[in-house]
C-alpha cells in the first residue's frame, strides 16, 4: 500500500451556471494557448475568480477541440514534498493520458530530474495536446520542486501547456519567459469585475432590481473584488431595505471582506453559522467528517444546502461528496472561531484528526493532531504510517512532522527515536545519531513491575526489527568514522540478533562485516561477507542494490588476482539487469563501468571503451551515486593506455569532485592514481609533493589500506633513480617492494603481487641488473597468465619492453611474452584504430550508428540512449558528415564497409 | 524577551513592526493577526502594531495579510529609543 493519492486534488472543477461568462478573458487564455506559448500564469490575490476563470477555459478549449487533454492539479501545504509532488504530478498528467508517466513512478533515487525527464519524453510521445493546470501555486516552497517546474518549463514539449495559478508571482524565471514570448499573463487588474460584468453577477446571485448607479456603487467599493460582490449579494437577498444596505456599505471605510463577512453570517440561521464556524478547522469537507467535528448529524445536507446558496462552498467531486470553503472564506471563519470560540479550536481539530484516523487517512489525521497541539496523538499516528511512508519514500513529509514533536515524545516512542537516527545517518549528521538510539534502547529495555514495556511504541514488526536496526545503525557510525573495530562489534551483534526471515537486517550487518573485513585486507572474508548480502537482499526482494554488491565483490576479486571471476560475475550481473526490463535496475550503468576496467587490463580496449559508452548512454539514474566517479576513473585508465596523459589527469581531476568518501574503504585513493600519471610523464615534484602530503614514507608500517599508496611510493623512488642514478633511492625502494610483496602473498593478493613483482623487477632493470631482474618478471608472468593480464605489464611502457625481450631471448612462456610486446608496440601508435576515415567516429556515434542499423525509430533510439530526438540529430549529422552520407542506410551501408559495425 | 534572545537587537528583524493596510478591520482580527493590535486610522486605513520574532515570523504575517486580499500599503520597524 502506498499512501492514498486523492482524487480531490485531480478534481477539474466544473464550471457553475450562475458564474459570469468572461469572454474577453477566455479569448485572451485561448489565443495565449494556440499562439504556442509554454505558460499561463494567472496572479491575483484570493478572491478574484483565478478558478473559475480556468475552469471557464479548459470547458471553452475542450468545447473548440475535443481531442484535448486536462490534467488539474490543486495543490496544498503537503505537496512540499518532492516525492509526493511528483506522485500527484503524474497522477495529474495521468488523468490527461492514462500512459504517461508509468517509468518516473517507478524510477528510484531522491534527484527529481532522471523522473521528470522519462516522464517529458513520455508527454513528447503522447499523440495528444495536453492542458495541465497547477492551481494555489503560492503554496510550493519547496525549492527543489520549484527547480523542477523550472526544467519542465526547459524542456517543455510542444504538445503540452501549463497553466499556473498563484496567490503571488511564483519563482518561477517570469521575466525570461514575458520577454521571450512564451507567457500568457492576468493579473488582478484584467480580473476584476467591469462595472458590465458586476451587473450581470448580481443580477444571476440576487433576484433584485438594482439600479445603475447601486451596481456601480457595489463595484466602485469592491473595486470589482469578485469575492466582495458575492459577498454583497449574499449581504443583499431577502433584505427589505436594499438601498439602506448599500448605503451603509459604500458609505463605510471599514475592509470589505470585514464588513461584509460579518454581515452574511450574522445572517445565517444560528445552526448553519455554528457550522460554518466549527467545521472551519478542516481542509476538506464531507458529510461523515462535518457529522463527526460538528457531533451533529445531516452534514451532507447540510453542505449541499450551503452550495445551493453560494455560501462559498466549492465542489472538489462530481458526487457531492468532497468540498472546501473558498480559502477567503475560510480564513475569515477560522478568524471567528479563534475570536468567539478559541478553547474549541484543538478540541475541533481532534475530532478531525480521529476521524481521518479511522478512515486510514494518516497525513489528515497527523496534521490536524499537530494543529490541536496533541503531540502523544501525533506520535502515535506517525510511528503506525512509518512503513507505509517509507515504502512510498515520502520521507520528507515524515521529517518535517518528527521536526514538530517536542523531544521528550519522541524519547517514549523508540520507533520513532530510531527513525530520527537513522536520517541523521542519512544527512550526514554522525553525531547526532548515538544519543537517539541510545534513549531508544533504554526506552526498549525499561519495563513495568508487570513487565509490560513502559515505552509508547505499538508493538509489531517494526518494534521487533527494532535492535537489530540499533546495531546495524551504530555499525554505519562507525564505518562513517573509520573505527573497523567497533564496526565488527556492531554488525556481529546485529547478526547474532536477526531473525531468519529479516533478509534486509542480515544484509545490512553482512555488509558491514565484509566491509570491516576489506578495509583489513581480509579480501577472502571480505567476499564471503557480499556474497551473504547478495543472496539477502535478493531474498529480500532488493535487486538493484544486490547487483550492486557485483561492484564490491569484483573490487575485492581484482587483488586478489581474480580477474576471470570478477569478470564472470560482471557478466552475469548484467544478464541479470536486462532480465530486469525498462528501467534498468539503478547500478547496470556502474557494471558496465567495472566490465569495461576488466576488459581494458585484458587489452580489450575497443570493447572496454563501448561499456563505458553504454554506461554514459544510460545515464546518471542507473548509476547509484557512491559509484559516479568510477565511470571517470575507468575512462581516465583507458586514456592512459592509449597514452593521453593529460586527458587521464582532467578526468581524475573530474573524478575527486564525484567521489563520495565514507561509503567504501579507499583502497585505490583517486589522489594515487594522479601520482602514478605524473611519475609516468616524469612530473616528478609534483608526485614528490603529494608523497610528503600523504606522509608516506619507505619505512612506514605496512597495512592493505595503504598499500596502493606504498606501491605509488615504491614506483616514484624507481623513477627517482632513473632521473639521477646517484640516488639511493633504489634500495628503499627494494626494501619497500620485498615488504609489500610479503604482505601481499600473506593475504592472498595475487593481483597486487604481480604488480609488486613487476615493479621489483623493473627497480632491478634500473640498476642494469637485468639477469637478476628475470626472476621477478618470471613469476609475475606466471602468475599472470592464466588470468589474462595484459596492461599491469603493457603499462609499463619501454623500460619493461627491454626487460621482457630478454625474458622471450631466455624462452619464458613465449606465447604469453609474444602476445604482450605485441600488445606493447601497438600502445606507442595513435591509440586504438577505428576504420580509415581521416575523422574518426566517438564512441558515442560508434554506439548511435550501431542503433541506426537496427530497425528502432529515431524517438526510439533517442528513449535507449536517454536523449532528446534533437540531440539524436545532432549525432546522427555529425556521423552523416564524418561518414561522407546522406541518409540512414547509406549510413549503415558505408559503416559495414568500413568495418565499423 | 530580551534574556531569551541576547541577540544584538535588528538582528533576523526580530522586533517590534507598524503594518498599514487599506480599510478598516476591527480588534477581532487580533488573534489571526498574532496578537498585533490593530487601529482604525482616520484616513480609512488600518495600523497593526506588534513584536515579531524574526524575518520567518514577518512573512508568515504578511502572508497573512496577502491571503485576506487587503491591500498592503507599509510596513515599518519601530525604532524604540536606544537605553
Redesign the interface.
Known amino acids: 500500500m502506498a499512501m492514498p493519492v486523492l482524487a480531490t486534488k485531480l478534481f477539474i472543477p466544473v464550471l457553475r451556471p450562475r458564474a459570469v461568462p468572461r469572454p474577453r478573458l477566455v479569448e485572451r487564455l485561448r489565443e495565449g494557448l494556440h499562439s504556442g506559448r509554454k505558460l499561463t500564469l494567472i496572479s491575483a490575490?484570493?478572491?478574484?475568480g483565478k478558478t473559475t476563470l480556468l475552469s471557464e477555459w479548459i470547458a471553452d478549449a475542450r468545447r473548440r477541440d475535443p481531442q484535448v487533454r486536462v490534467g488539474w492539479l490543486s495543490l496544498d501545504e503537503g505537496d512540499n514534498d518532492p516525492s509526493r509532488f511528483l506522485t500527484y504530478l503524474v497522477s495529474a498528467l495521468q488523468r490527461a493520458d492514462p500512459a504517461l508517466g508509468l517509468e518516473a513512478l517507478a524510477l528510484p533515487g531522491t534527484s527529481f530530474d532522471p523522473a521528470l525527464t522519462t516522464l517529458i519524453n513520455d508527454v513528447a510521445q503522447s499523440s495528444s495536446a495536453i492542458i495541465l493546470v497547477l492551481d494555489d501555486f503560492q503554496l510550493i516552497e519547496d525549492e527543489s520542486i520549484r527547480d523542477a517546474v523550472v526544467f519542465l518549463l526547459d524542456h517543455l514539449p510542444s504538445n503540452l501547456h501549463l497553466a499556473i495559478a498563484s496567490?503571488?508571482d511564483p519563482l518561477l524565471p517570469v521575466a525570461r519567459l514575458r520577454a521571450g514570448g512564451e507567457l500568457t499573463e492576468l493579473r488582478a487588474a484584467d480580473l476584476r469585475f467591469t462595472p458590465d460584468e458586476a451587473a450581470v453577477f448580481l443580477g444571476k446571485m440576487v433576484d433584485l432590481d438594482l439600479s445603475a448607479a447601486d451596481v456601480a456603487a457595489l463595484d466602485a467599493r469592491t473595486e470589482g473584488?469578485i469575492?466582495g460582490l458575492q459577498l454583497a449579494a449574499l449581504s443583499m437577498r431577502d433584505r427589505s431595505d436594499v438601498s439602506g444596505f448599500i448605503e451603509g456599505f459604500t458609505g463605510?471605510?471599514?475592509?470589505?471582506?470585514?464588513y461584509l463577512a460579518e454581515e452574511v453570517l450574522q445572517r445565517q440561521p444560528d445552526e448553519v453559522r455554528e457550522f460554518l464556524l466549527h467545521t472551519s478547522v478542516l481542509n476538506r469537507l464531507s458529510g461523515p467528517l462535518c457529522d463527526a467535528v460538528t457531533g451533529q448529524a445531516g452534514s451532507s445536507e447540510m453542505l449541499e444546502s450551503l452550495e445551493r446558496d453560494n455560501l462559498f462552498v466549492v465542489p472538489l467531486d462530481d458526487r457531492r461528496r468532497w468540498y472546501r470553503y473558498h480559502?477567503?472564506f475560510a480564513?475569515?471563519l477560522?478568524?471567528?472561531l479563534?475570536?468567539d470560540r478559541?478553547d474549541r479550536v484543538s478540541e475541533l481539530h481532534v475530532l478531525a484528526s480521529e476521524w481521518y484516523e479511522r478512515n486510514d487517512l494518516p497525513e489528515d489525521a497527523v496534521t490536524h493532531a499537530l494543529a490541536a497541539a496533541d503531540f502523544g496523538r501525533a506520535a502515535r499516528v506517525i510511528e503506525a504510517a512509518i512503513p507505509v511512508v517509507r515504502k512510498s519514500r515520502q520521507d520528507a513529509t515524515l521529517l518535517r512532522w518528527l521536526t514538530l514533536l517536542p523531544d521528550e515524545v519522541i524519547d517514549r516512542r523508540p520507533v520513532l527515536g530510531v527513525y530520527c537516527a537513522w536520517s541523521s545517518l542519512v544527512a550526514g549528521d554522525v553525531e547526532a545519531v548515538e544519543p537517539r538510539l541510545r534513549v531508544a534502547e533504554r526506552a526498549l529495555a525499561t519495563t513495568a513491575d508487570d513487565g509490560t514495556p513502559t515505552h509508547d511504541s505499538a508493538a509489531g514488526e517494526e518494534l521487533r526489527m527494532l535492535p537489530v536496526m540499533i546495531a546495524v545503525y551504530r555499525a554505519a557510525v562507525a564505518q562513517a568514522r573509520g573505527n573497523v573495530a567497533e564496526i565488527r562489534v556492531h554488525a556481529e551483534r546485529a547478526l547474532e540478533l536477526v531473525e531468519p526471515a529479516d533478509h534486509l537486517g542480515r544484509g545490512a550487518a553482512a555488509g558491514f562485516l565484509g566491509l570491516a573485513a576489506w578495509a583489513t585486507g581480509d579480501l577472502e572474508g571480505g567476499v564471503r561477507a557480499f556474497r551473504e548480502v547478495r543472496t539477502s537482499l535478493l531474498l529480500a526482494g532488493n535487486v538493484a542494490d544486490a547487483l550492486g554488491t557485483t561492484i564490491v565483490l569484483a573490487d575485492m576479486l581484482i587483488p586478489l588476482g581474480r580477474l576471470r571471476e570478477a569478470q564472470r560475475s560482471y557478466e552475469q550481473a548484467l544478464l541479470q539487469a536486462a532480465e530486469q526490463g525498462e528501467p534498468p535496475p539503478q547500478s547496470t550503468a556502474d557494471l558496465h563501468v567495472g566490465l569495461s576496467e576488466l576488459l581494458r587490463e585484458r587489452g580489450e580496449l575497443a570493447a572496454a571503451a563501448e561499456h563505458l559508452a553504454t554506461s554514459e548512454a544510460l545515464g546518471e539514474h542507473a548509476s547509484l551515486h557512491e559509484n559516479r566517479h568510477r565511470w571517470f576513473v575507468a575512462m581516465a585508465s583507458l586514456r592512459e593506455a592509449e597514452g593521453q596523459l593529460d586527458a587521464a589527469l582532467e578526468l581524475l581531476t573530474t573524478a575527486v569532485g564525484l567521489h563520495r568518501r565514507g561509503f567504501f574503504p579507499e583502497v585505490r585513493p583517486i589522489s594515487a592514481m594522479k601520482a602514478r600519471i605524473w611519475i609516468a610523464h616524469g612530473r616528478l615534484a609534483d608526485a614528490e609533493a603529494w608523497v610528503s602530503g600523504r606522509g608516506l614514507s619507505a619505512a612506514d608500517d605496512l597495512s592493505y589500506l595503504r598499500e596502493f599508496e606504498h606501491i605509488t611510493l615504491a614506483r616514484l623512488l624507481i623513477a627517482q633513480h632513473r632521473a639521477d642514478p646517484r640516488d639511493r633511492a633504489i634500495e628503499a625502494a627494494a626494501g619497500l617492494l620485498d615488504r609489500l610483496l610479503a604482505a601481499a602473498e600473506a593475504g592472498g593478493r595475487t593481483g597486487s603481487a604481480i604488480e609488486i613483482l613487476v615493479l621489483r623487477a623493473l627497480a632491478l632493470g634500473a640498476q642494469g641488473r637485468t639477469a637478476l631482474a628475470l626472476q621477478p618478471l618470471q613469476r609475475a608472468l606466471a602468475l599472470a597468465e592464466p588470468e589474462g593480464y595484459l596492461r599491469i605489464f603493457a603499462d609499463e611502457g619501454e623500460p619493461l619492453t627491454a626487460l621482457l625481450g630478454a625474458t622471450a631471448d631466455a624462452g619464458i612462456l613465449p606465447d604469453y611474452v609474444r602476445r604482450l610486446r605485441q600488445a606493447m608496440r601497438q600502445t606507442t601508435g595513435d591509440g586504438v584504430s577505428l576504420g580509415g576515415i581521416p575523422d574518426p567516429l566517438s564512441e558515442r556515434e560508434l554506439h548511435v550508428l550501431r542503433l541506426l542499423a537496427t530497425e528502432l525509430s529515431g524517438p526510439q533510439i533517442a528513449r535507449e540512449l536517454y536523449v532528446s530526438l534533437n540531440t539524436l540529430r545532432t549525432h546522427t549529422r555529425h556521423i552523416f558528415g564524418k561518414l561522407d552520407v546522406n541518409s540512414r542506410p547509406a549510413a549503415v551501408g558505408r559503416a559495414t564497409e568500413l568495418g565499423l559495425i | 524577551m530580551s534574556e531569551r534572545h541576547p541577540m544584538p537587537r535588528g538582528h533576523d528583524g526580530q522586533g517590534r513592526y507598524e503594518i498599514r493596510?487599506?480599510?478598516?478591520?476591527?480588534d477581532?482580527?487580533s488573534?489571526?493577526f498574532e496578537g498585533f493590535t490593530l487601529a482604525?486610522e482616520s484616513d480609512?486605513t488600518?495600523t497593526l502594531t506588534g513584536p515579531v520574532i524574526d524575518q520567518a515570523a514577518l512573512h508568515g504575517l504578511l502572508r497573512?495579510v496577502?491571503?485576506?486580499?487587503?491591500t498592503l500599503i507599509s510596513v515599518n520597524v519601530l525604532r524604540s529609543r536606544q537605553p
Open positions: 490575490p484570493a478572491g478574484f496567490r503571488s473584488w469575492a463605510s471605510n471599514r475592509f470589505v471582506l470585514d480559502h477567503l480564513d475569515v477560522r478568524a471567528r479563534l475570536r478559541p | 493596510l487599506q480599510g478598516q478591520l476591527d477581532s482580527w488573534d489571526w482604525n480609512g488600518t497573512r496577502g491571503n485576506l486580499g487587503v
